[in-house]
């Protein structure tokens, strides 16, 4: 499968799991990050420590646009982060190391700068994807991840939409256990506005 529709298949797979995408040149990606922060109201976002999203302006963006910043790890308390000790409504900014174009799955690979329950901590999350990084299935996605002579990360964490649960009488739970809602910048060169 193609670049291109690798990015069309991820979109609509997400589309099936409750998220939302888009598809973003580099040139805009920091633009359209704000325009979702501030859609959701969030007013903290917390970032992954990645050199990329700096390279974007994502960070930058944010902070101009009056959100408050914090890269991870953050030297805040869990209960603070969580919103339990009066936190403003907060998000979380990952850039996902893989994605899988059939199952709008995204694969976070723990490290010192993005931490394992970066994309659980905040109200919505919003992932940062470089559109390479899409492959078609969760084999090769797992292939790469944990391939011969890589070192293999701390932590996976597979993320397909929004947080749910239906463990209470088989009723549908949104954020039961991380993001309310999830939104995925593609970020690719040639990208369709």
Do not use: N, Q
């Amino acid at each position: 499968m193609a670049a291109e529709g690798l990015s069309e298949a991820f979109l609509e797979a997400l589309a099936r799991r409750r998220a939302t995408g888009e598809r973003t040149p580099p040139a805009e990606a920091a633009e359209r990050a704000v325009a979702r922060v501030a859609g959701w109201g969030a007013r903290r976002a917390l970032v992954a420590g990645d050199p990329w999203l700096d390279d974007l302006g994502v960070p930058e963006a944010l902070g101009a646009a009056g959100v408050e910043v914090l890269r991870w790890p953050a030297e805040r308390g869990w209960r603070e982060l969580l919103g339990l000790d009066g936190a403003p409504p907060a998000c979380a900014v990952t850039v996902p190391s893989l994605a899988v174009a059939r199952r709008g799955t995204l694969v976070l690979e723990s490290a010192p700068g993005h931490g394992r329950s970066l994309d659980a901590v905040g109200w919505w999350h919003l992932a940062v994807l470089d559109a390479g990084r899409i492959v078609p299935t969760l084999a090769e996605a797992l292939a790469r991840t944990y391939a011969p002579g890589r070192r293999p990360p701390t932590g996976v964490s597979l993320v397909s939409g929004p947080s749910r649960s239906s463990d209470i009488e088989k009723i549908a739970t949104y954020g039961a256990h991380g993001a309310l809602a999830e939104h995925v910048l593609v970020v690719e060169a040639a990208a369709a506005s």
